[in-house]
């Protein structure tokens, strides 16, 4: 295995150090089925309702539901839940149903078919990392449904922007406060166009790679995202830093020279390496990609996150020893974070999905960097209660240092060689370094158009379209 190799899978490895042991005792009996959630119409017991219930919400062994509202579905690589037994029964007459009665004619409120289409791509991407005969029942249903759902690329475009909601609605501060640094903020100017933020992509492919890596374990990969930097000063500094560090020629890495601790850190950071400053910002910005009725990938106005980062002082000088304390997360590199999700809660009321403040919450881990275990079919442990041997970090705010615990512009890991803030030379397959992404100022149209080529090219999309009637 290549060191990226090691580098990408090094979350997962400590999340499963994390919350992995279990050690009794009792297996908890067979799931039994959740109750539908007022998700897309007011009746519990309504179609859309229930295809939802039957992928998203789960019952832990402490009988208690969960999953109503999640971004992403409760599954991981290893999970049976849709695979086997009674669910597994249950997803696919759910499916049935919608196709026999029509279910797409129930309900015509564009977002809310988006969102129910997203949410049934992600189950199907998930699904194409199993073998043929796990997939063969649930594949051709999802596919139709999927088809049935789909919107015209017009009606996509035209898509009520969410983040643009939440912001007008001023149930969020709108900027950094230096003096209030743990107060959660949403930008009122994220994405004005010649505004203070600016929109960052590759010019050698997709923007935020690691969040792409289907062979990283997540397989809720169909999003575009988006990366906006911001210096404090004005979009004049943002700009001018991006083309310093473009220009930066020098190596990245550098052989540590202390004895002490070189056999643990073979490589530090080159301090010559242009930095950002106090008040620098950034954000990570996924909005959902859907497909249309002509069968094709779009990107859309929909923002299903945002995580947010600004460093709160100057960034440290990283040496072997303040590199330790950060990694071994006794301090946070002078950063702040902060984290909105789209929530479908108010869908039935045709609002717009808006997006909610979960800094603060305490959430499980699927997808991106995740372990593979299902939490789920885990054993019981009297030490260690459902849920929370299975939520590994304090809080959402928390987790974000596990791939960004290095300060400042050392934990930017849309530069190739910091990824996740552990620094070393990465290497290809052929033991080759990497040469470092090139990252520009660019438009957000080009870089979701970058997303969008880059999935039509995934496996798991190749072998959908095939199924998605004409």
Known sequence: MSLLSRLAALPTLLLACACFLVTVADVPAGPKETPPQAIYHKDREHLWNRVHAAFFVRTGPDDRSYGEDRLEPLLWSESK???EGKTAERAVAVLEEFLRDKGEALIDDPLKRAMLQRDLWLISNWLSGKPDDDRKRLDPLL?????RLALTSEQIAKLADNY???VASKKHAEGFDAEKPERSYLPADLFKTDGPWVCVGRTD???????LREDGGSRFTNSAFLIFLKLPGSRDKTLEFLKTLAAFDKPLVLPNADEKTKRSLSHLPNPAMPQWP??????LVRRAMLIDSSRKVVASPLTESVQLRAMSTDAPAL?????DKITGRKGTGGQVFAEFQLRRAGLPGGKTGELRDVSEDRDFKTGFSSHTFDE????LDKDRPFPQRALPFANNRT???????????????SIQGFAFGLPGIVRDEDGDELKRHVLAAMTVEKVEQAAVQWKEGQPGWVALRKLLPE
Request: glycine share 8%; aromatic share 10%; proline share 8%.
């Open 319 to 323: 040496t072997a020893e303040t590199i």
């Open 399 to 413: 987790s974000c240092l596990v791939c960004h615990s290095a300060p400042g512009v050392y934990g930017f890991n």
């Open 376 to 379: 789920f079919e885990q054993p």
């Open 164 to 166: 643009a909601a939440t």
């Open 278 to 283: 106090k008040g620098t910002e950034v954000a």
């Open 81 to 83: 839940y849709l695979l």
């Open 205 to 211: 492919g997709p923007t935020a790679p690691f969040h």
């Open 143 to 147: 596919a139709q449904v999927i088809r």
